[in-house]
């Protein structure tokens, strides 16, 4: 007898700082850990299996990430009922947003998605404490002006190489990014929050190990002179050569959304 199916997305956010990142991992906490282990709890002897839409770093948050359930022979009766009892179960820096059945057909890791990615920042002077969960902090006083002007070159297709962690060179790094810009913060707000902060706001379809975040290692060496806007053209050029030496810290990253299309 052939075990029977069902299907569902849910839909999840989670404040990355204490985690170990996604993926499951011996010895440490991660989101994937937990999440199934509450599932575990609440669905009792009912089996199951989740996977990811893809992997956040350790320190990553997530406004609106992605996971599939597959539950096998007994199908969930009410999704607000079950969502209840998952929210009530799961740590506190863990939330589910929404639930919907999809059929077999659907993928969550193949399927075409765009992300969209935030890396939150403010610059000239050290902030709150209580910011370092979602806000990076450079100290250094940075040219805002021409990093806008840098992040709008990684628009487009091109060779992202450079803006990959360990990059070989058996690897395939053509990637399109159909937006990349700086605007001023209005979407994360504290009353301990600096006057004045950043966010880099990226959408693609697919991103690399660390490259957003190389991305704006690469804008905050533009904003201290280190680094020019050709040197960033140069960098996306299908013989570039240039491995990028700065990484920006993680828990300024977000990601913000994943829209299936």
């Not at 350790?58 to 996971?67: P, Y």
């Not at 969550?108 to 902090?137: M, R, W």
Request: one cysteine or more; proline letters at 3%; hydrophobic letters at 40%.
């Amino acid at each position: 007898m052939f075990d029977k199916r069902f299907y569902y997305l849910i839909k999840i956010q989670y404040l990355g700082y204490r985690f170990h990142g996604w993926q499951k991992q011996p010895d440490v906490k991660t989101i994937h850990l937990m999440i199934d282990r509450t599932l575990k709890y609440i669905l009792k002897d009912v089996r199951f299996k989740t996977l990811g839409a893809g992997r956040t770093d350790a320190m990553v948050s997530a406004n609106e990430a992605a996971l599939e359930l597959f539950i096998y022979n007994e199908p969930l009766i009410d999704f607000d009922a079950f969502l209840n009892l998952f929210n009530h179960n799961l740590p506190q820096d863990i939330r589910a947003l929404s639930i919907k059945e999809v059929d077999k057909a659907f993928n969550i890791i193949q399927d075409s998605k765009l992300k969209e990615y935030h890396y939150v920042f403010s610059q000239g002077k050290k902030n709150h404490p209580f910011c370092a969960p979602i806000l990076t902090t450079i100290l250094e006083p940075l040219n805002i002006s021409l990093m806008k002007e840098g992040a709008k070159l990684f628009e487009g297709s091109h060779n992202f190489k450079t803006y990959c962690y360990r990059a070989t060179d058996k690897g395939q790094y053509f990637r399109t990014i159909d937006s990349s810009e700086i605007i001023d913060n209005n979407i994360y707000t504290a009353n301990f929050f600096p006057e004045h902060s950043y966010v880099f706001k990226v959408v693609g379809k697919g991103f690399m190990r660390n490259q957003i975040r190389l991305m704006f290692g690469c804008l905050i060496k533009l904003g201290r002179g280190e680094v020019t806007l050709d040197y960033i053209e140069n960098t996306l050029q299908q013989d570039s050569t240039e491995v990028m030496d700065y990484i920006a810290p993680a828990s300024g990253l977000i990601l913000h959304s994943v829209n299936f299309q």
